[in-house]
């Protein structure tokens, strides 16, 4: 089955770029998403891309997809405070189009 | 964009008593919600798809006895954890898939927290 892998903590400082890393098994995946979760709430859809673009940009958000390696990343320019946060990568898994998620970077953002 | 609605957000009862959550799509039709459970500190496992008009399909592991999942609409599904115990606590969360079928992304409720004395 599917196996979505993630480094689970990366810490920054204010004003620096974040990056966090995600990595699949399945190389049939079409879409592949990122999550935000705040604590003690639900996932909040961060952005998404298709598997036929290798980058996608949404103001400070960054999406690369690197398709040879089944990597992809998640930039997050200029961090602040409140994007701490856990970031979960997810990528749909077989035609039902159930997601299968990594387990999730934790980015604490210190002033 | 769209908006999924969960309720209630948290849920305190003693053990044996049957808990009903409810998600709704707010601004769209779905006919496929899924029902996530996630541990503190661990990631979201699926639980089973829910399914307009038809049977909830369950992941492995999952008792569809113990977990019943009803779609009756296209903008409702509901997971009732029956005869609940404090394993069973846990925080709930449902999705549902935009229209468009399997290219659309699926937003997210904002989860119920379910804890069992």
């Known amino acids: 089955g599917e196996d979505v892998e993630q480094s689970l903590f990366l810490s920054v400082r204010e004003g620096d770029s974040s990056v966090i890393n995600c990595t699949y098994t399945?190389?049939?995946?079409?879409?592949l998403y990122w999550y935000k979760q705040e604590p003690g709430a639900g996932l909040q859809l961060l952005t998404y891309?298709?598997?036929?673009?290798d980058m996608k940009q949404d103001q400070r958000l960054t999406v690369l997809l690197n398709k040879k390696d089944k990597h992809l990343s998640l930039r997050i320019a200029d961090t602040q405070t409140g994007d701490s946060a856990i970031y979960f990568c997810?990528?749909?898994?077989?035609?039902?189009?159930?997601?299968?998620f990594g387990q999730g970077t934790e980015l604490s953002v210190k002033p | 964009g769209a908006v999924v609605s969960q309720h209630p957000s948290r849920v305190i009862c003693k053990s044996g008593t049957s808990v009903k959550i409810e998600c709704r799509s707010l601004?769209?039709?779905?006919?496929?919600m899924f029902w996530y459970r996630q541990f503190p500190k661990q990631s979201l496992m699926l639980m089973a798809t829910?399914?307009?008009?038809?049977?909830?399909?369950?992941e492995q592991g999952v008792e569809k006895d113990k977990f019943l999942i009803n779609h009756a609409s296209l903008t409702l599904s509901t997971l009732t954890v029956t005869s609940a115990h404090p394993e069973d606590s846990s925080f709930y969360i449902c999705?549902?898939?935009?229209?468009?079928?399997?290219?659309?992304?699926?937003?997210f409720g904002d989860g119920t927290r379910l804890s069992i004395l």
């Open positions: 891309i298709f598997s036929n673009m």
């Open positions: 601004d769209f039709q779905a006919t496929t």
């Open positions: 997810a990528v749909p898994y077989n035609q039902g189009g159930k997601l299968i």
């Open positions: 999705s549902a898939r935009e229209p468009g079928g399997l290219r659309t992304p699926q937003h």
């Open positions: 399945d190389s049939s995946s079409t879409y």
């Open positions: 829910s399914n307009e008009g038809s049977k909830a399909t369950y």
